[in-house]
């Protein structure tokens, strides 16, 4: 078996190995970016030059500590992106399949995962990850609604510490 060799999609996802501060742009009112004890972090590793592993750590709004786990890579035999998210808060594994946009910048996952209602429905999500250089990337989390448009309900700001 020969191994597997990068391609420039594994390039892309290479621009966010580091270690990033991570801003929440739509936290509750008592949340204060500059504090320490509120700042969320993620170092993201290679493995292989065909994946990247993000290990993500801060405090939720209740207080409680959060660590979640990103993987994501690229599957030339599908052409698409693929990956997962867990949490600590929360027992779904989001499995993720996604695309390039062709700004080159916007990486859009999609995953399906339980209604926040509470229904135990499954609904779509996406989340979209726009690297707008090597220091400074967006991330945005929206659900399908019934008429089939998507509506954002987090987002955040990420930067490279390193």
Not at 1 to 8: F, G, L, S, T
């Given at each position: ?15 966010m190995v580091g270690k990033w501060k991570i801003t929440s742009t739509t936290s509750d ?8 004890e509120q700042c969320f972090t993620e170092t993201v590793r290679s ?116």
């Open positions: 078996m020969k191994c597997a060799e990068p391609q420039k999609e594994h390039q892309f996802l290479h621009r009112a008592n949340y204060d970016p500059d504090d320490p493995i292989g030059g065909l994946w990247i592993v993000g290990d993500s750590k801060g405090r939720m709004p209740d207080e409680s500590p959060m660590t979640a786990v990103l993987t994501i890579g690229f599957d030339p035999a599908k052409g698409r992106f693929v990956g997962s998210w867990v949490g600590s808060m929360m027992t779904n594994m989001w499995v993720y399949t996604g695309w390039l946009e062709p700004d080159g910048k916007t990486l859009v996952l999609e995953a399906e995962g339980p209604k926040f209602d509470g229904s135990g429905d499954m609904a779509l999500y996406r989340d979209v990850i726009t690297l707008h250089d090597d220091h400074h990337r967006t991330f945005a989390s929206s659900s399908r609604q019934p008429d089939g448009s998507f509506k954002e309900f987090m987002s955040s700001e990420f930067h490279r510490v390193e």
